[in-house]
């Protein structure tokens, strides 16, 4: 009895605590998150995170309380205070549910800034235009594939083929070329062989793992995770492993005779080589800043395993839905869809020698403004990108507010992309608001405004590192795939549509998308006529 009231008096002191004298008191924001993490687990586990966040900030304002201690911003002007390169931040821990290994810290998951930088160093020569070039074979000989494999079974008489999985054809693509990439030549073979398609949904279960663990420790510190998901856990467990066998099995290769030096221009040869070079470097922690393992503690081999696995997963999923989604749109706008069409068929008149990069952003503008508008709309990587306030606090809104240290600070990709002052009509996939003079009212100060607020790769020092492959991938599939096909929507599968009218967004136009950190989706089912040659 005793015990009860003391529960009841100590649970009470925190919620009254957490409402009214907190140092987020004075944000507002929806009362069960103020007082409660339990709030952001729901909605993780629900994945509709992103759409709760636009919800909340249409309702709240630019700056929502969405945590006990987490505060959301949906501002360009947040954007810059918390993701520029002067920020008093560092990731938050919740980037520590994606460390598999104790210590074996990845470009992406690495929250100390100088092992960051550090890591960064090595990993930012493997994206050069000119590293990317010799990348380019293999890229292409996925593309090749794919777009062969779209027109596959048409029908004799009409030349439309049955109708395919736009989303799983785009991650067969970019699993393809990224397993290149990372691992060698024909690491996955996903468009041409089932064997390796059921890593997409491992890929799938560890985000989703991660997300949950990140957003709420608790359930790791306490073994829950495998009591409630235990499928979640193996599937988690069972892509570990892969990518552990396949970097084996590419590392064991390196320096082996047999391939050329054209062939060793991957992403894993350039890890090695760096680390090589890094190791030999000793890391310091400066004083005021919790030390993480070095980077030389770990057995160097976990790193690499770390980097190919995150790899993986923010370059081929990210890409797979940047694709499905275009395409998504586009069948669904059919002004979008033959303006796009026109400046493919004009400006690349010999489709067959489009190659990776793709056409240059001044030949098909038009094209770039498409991929950016569906990324805008759909971005692969949803919510907030946790930052930690550092020693010192920090300043908000241009000093209208102070947080503490210890603070959790975030902008998430989609509640900003639908903020009506920097897009109007936030709901409409309308390209055209990208390119200036191109419709009554886009001028440059409105394409500067929306340029301001465009954050699917993120923002300074943390941002993408592949943003200059993941465009280049992306403007080469589009120009192939409509240069040399026709698509419509199949009518009979309607995929991948929409939110129900209760939720934010366009409703039945907006292409469906789970917040499982990167985003789960499915469809649109579309299907494909070849052009007359
Ligand atoms: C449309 C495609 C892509 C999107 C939307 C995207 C989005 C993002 C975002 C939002 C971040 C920041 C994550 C954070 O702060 O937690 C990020 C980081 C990262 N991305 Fe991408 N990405 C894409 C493609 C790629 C590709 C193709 C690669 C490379 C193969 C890649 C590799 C990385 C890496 C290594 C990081 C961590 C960077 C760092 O912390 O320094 N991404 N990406």
């Known amino acids: 009895m005793t015990l009860c009231l003391a529960t009841v008096i100590y649970l009470t002191g925190i919620v009254i605590y957490r409402l009214y004298l907190h140092p987020l008191a004075q944000f507002p924001g929806p009362w069960p998150a103020k007082v409660s993490g339990l709030h952001a687990l729901y909605y993780a586990w629900r994945g509709d995170r992103h759409l709760m966040q636009a919800r909340s900030h249409a309702r709240y304002g630019d ?3 969405l945590g006990p ?16 390169t002067r920020a008093n931040v560092q990731k938050s821990s919740f980037y520590h549910a994606f460390v598999a290994q104790k210590g074996a810290w990845s470009t992406f998951t690495s929250i100390d800034r100088s092992l960051h930088a550090r ?9 050069t235009e000119r590293a990317l070039k010799s990348m380019g074979r293999r890229i292409n000989q996925c593309i090749d594939i794919f777009v062969t494999q779209l027109g596959r079974n048409a029908d004799a008489e009409s030349g439309w083929t049955p109708a395919v999985n736009m989303s799983e054809l785009a991650d067969h693509v970019a699993f393809d070329i990224l397993g290149d990439l990372v691992f060698g030549e024909g690491s996955f073979q996903m468009l041409t062989s089932c064997a390796n398609r059921y890593i997409v949904d491992l890929i799938v279960a560890t985000s989703y793992w991660a997300l949950l663990v990140g957003t709420f420790p608790l359930l790791r510190a306490l073994p829950i995770i495998p009591l409630w998901f235990p499928e979640l856990t193996r599937k988690r467990q069972a892509y570990l492993l892969f990518c552990q066998e396949k970097a084996c099995q590419r590392m064991a290769k390196v320096g082996a005779p ?10 894993l040869l350039h890890l090695l080589s760096g680390r090589r070079h890094s190791d030999t470097h000793s890391h310091r922690f400066p004083d005021d800043q919790e030390p993480e393992p070095s980077a030389s503690s770990p057995p160097p ?4 395993w770390a980097e190919c696995r995150t790899l993986i997963v923010a370059g081929a999923d990210t890409v797979a839905t940047a694709l499905a989604a275009l395409t998504h749109y586009l069948v669904h706008n059919e002004g979008a869809y033959h303006r796009l069409e026109e400046e493919i068929l004009t400006a690349c ?7 990776f990069p793709g056409p240059r952003p001044a030949q098909c503008p038009y094209l770039d403004a498409c991929i950016d508008e569906a990324l805008r709309l759909s971005p692969p990587i949803p919510g907030p990108l946790p930052r930690e306030v550092l020693r010192g606090g920090m300043a908000l809104g241009r000093g209208r ?3 503490p240290a210890g603070t959790v600070v975030a902008t998430a990709a989609y509640a900003l992309h639908r903020h009506p002052r920097y897009f109007p009509r936030p709901e409409v996939f309308w390209p055209e608001r990208w390119m200036a003079g191109s419709a009554p009212g886009v001028t440059l100060a409105t394409v500067r405004r929306a340029r301001q607020a465009f954050c699917p790769f993120g923002f300074g020092a943390r941002g993408c590192v592949g943003q200059s492959l993941a465009y280049g991938e992306l403007r080469t599939l589009v120009v192939r795939m409509l240069g040399r096909y026709r698509i419509r ?8 549509e929409g939110p129900s009218a209760r939720e934010i967004g366009m409703g039945g136009e907006e292409y469906r998308m789970l917040d499982r950190w990167t985003a789960q989706r499915d469809g649109p089912f579309v299907e494909f006529q070849s052009r007359p040659r």
């Open 63 to 65: 700056y929502v309380r």
């Open 69 to 84: 201690n987490y505060l959301s911003v949906a501002s360009d002007l947040g954007l810059q205070e918390i993701y520029g």
């Open 119 to 127: 890591k960064r160093r090595v990993l930012a020569p493997a994206m």
């Open 258 to 267: 047999g391939p050329s030096p054209e062939e060793h221009s991957d992403l």
């Open 301 to 304: 081999t976990a790193e690499i």
């Open 349 to 355: 008149p010999r489709l067959r020698e489009v190659r």
């Open 401 to 403: 507010f102070v947080v």
């Open 489 to 496: 929507l199949c009518r009979q599968v309607r995929v991948g």
